[in-house]
């Protein structure tokens, strides 16, 4: 069938808004109409190429309903209001142990451009093959996705709005609830005030953490964190953040957590730690330079790198759905909405940081 997609043809170009041919679902597969997609960071590196081949329609955090189920989908049948999330494969050790985010395969499924049984879905009117991405591609009026990608949500919850919920809220609000699941005496320090950090934030409020401190640069987004459950604030551009946090928790905090991928702050939030402590990376960076006596082994500190909040997507979007019904993970707070046909500014706007969550109506009446 032919549908509307913004495709990435060159790196770090403009999206182009063509037609393209999507094929029909497999058996494992289901068609799902687009409502709605938010936009991350993660896809600002795959326009530039560096992730998966192009041309490639991106977008990974999709919204929509079920149109067309193959016949072995059980889980959802047409109808249903779904989010989108990343792929993975199922019966590596990890997802046979409930650890779907960290898939042995899940850079293969995720990045490598081609769909869960590595054939192509979309291609241009020429018949050249387009990458998929995170095995969605929700940047499109239709998507052809594994039933592993779809979860079910409840139809009494707008629908436009959960799409973060299938990466970056997932990422921030699953290292704290699922990976870390901390103690209420324990303290976390976020580095970063974006989407990713503030979702961490309200779930280190949902789980009763005593200290949550929420470190940004000059000052953006820190009134906001604070009204999502940080319980301190540091402008880091203003005041060393390792002395103010020291200040509040002189022994350190129990867990950093980084949503920047700066090698920088990601020293900083090493620094931090009391002894034992754990350094959680979620952000994408670069290299870093570390004594691992002085800055590791001399007080048995730890560094961990989590992907998608170590979560499995449907038992976990479900429980941020009904946190956001009870009033605790009020993500409404993050968003603003744009248009399908102004997608590129929807970029321009994030890579500059004038909003935090940045949400695509790709079918405004849909979720009505």
Known sequence: MQIKAAVATKPNADLEIQTVELDEPKENEVLVKIASTGFCHTDIVGRSGATTPLPIVLGHEGTGIVQKAGANVTDVKPGDHVVLSFSYCGHCYNCTHNHQGLCENFNQLNFEGKTYDGTHRLHLDDGTPVSVFFGQSSFATYVTANIHNVV??????????????????QTGAGTVLNYIKPAPEDAIAVFGAGAVGLAAIMAAKIAGVKHIIAINRNGNHLDLAKELGATETINNTAEDPVKAIKEVVPRGVTYAIDTTGNTGVIKSAIDSLATAGEC????????????????????????????????????FIPQL???????????????????????????????????????????PELAK
């Open 152 to 169: 079910k949500v409840d139809q009494d919850v707008d629908l436009n709005l959960l799409g973060p919920l299938g990466c970056g809220m």
């Open 321 to 363: 759905v009904n946190y956001y019904k009870q009033g605790k993970f009020p993500l409404d707070k993050l968003v603003k909405y744009y248009d399908f046909a102004d997608i590129n500014q929807v970029i321009a706007d994030s890579t500059n940081g004038k909003v935090i969550k940045p949400i695509i109506k790709i079918d």
């Open 280 to 315: 959680v990376l979620l952000g994408v960076g670069g290299d870093i330079t570390l004594n691992l006596m002085n800055d590791i082994l001399s007080e048995s500190k730890k560094i961990s790198g989590v992907v998608e909040g170590d979560s499995n997507p449907q038992e």
